[in-house]
């Protein structure tokens, strides 16, 4: 059923985004927050990236500290949590998304504001794509589809 799933969602996908963009599409980038809507933003991703034979880069962002809280050993405390959490929505995001086919998968960290991070690191990349999730209202999503140089796909909530 999975796998009927996984091939039915990038056939979708594909589809979608037409003949033209599929055969220059090499390169995809996953934001994700480790949130259960970017786990369905990286099965989305890691279809197509097998479909496409496209490298998928993955990227989440940390907070920054804020200004009054600097230097504080709450803040270190919290910065080492968050490292922490970091290292582990990388991990587990890159295996989901080696188990559903993708193959060349590269994963960094980003520091700051989500959708400016998002969309310079797609510029830095000169990715062909960007797949995310939304969630909430969709502030992040709609920031990064308005602002990014390249195609974005954003996976509803399953």
Known sequence: MQHTLSISRAANVLRALGSVRITTMQHILL???GSDDA???????????RALGAKLS????????SADETGTLAQAQWNAEDAVNTKQVLQITKE???RCGASD???????GDPAEVIIETARRENVDAIVMGRRGHGLV?????SGAPCIVIVVPCM
């Open 31 to 33: 934001a994700t927050d």
């Open 96 to 98: 989901r998304a080696q």
């Open 141 to 145: 999503s709609q920031k990064v589809s």
């Open 58 to 65: 993955i990227v989440t962002v940390e907070r920054d500290a």
């Open 105 to 111: 998968v590269r994963v960094q960290v980003g520091r």
């Open 39 to 49: 786990s369905h933003a990286t099965d989305v991703a890691a279809d197509l990236a």
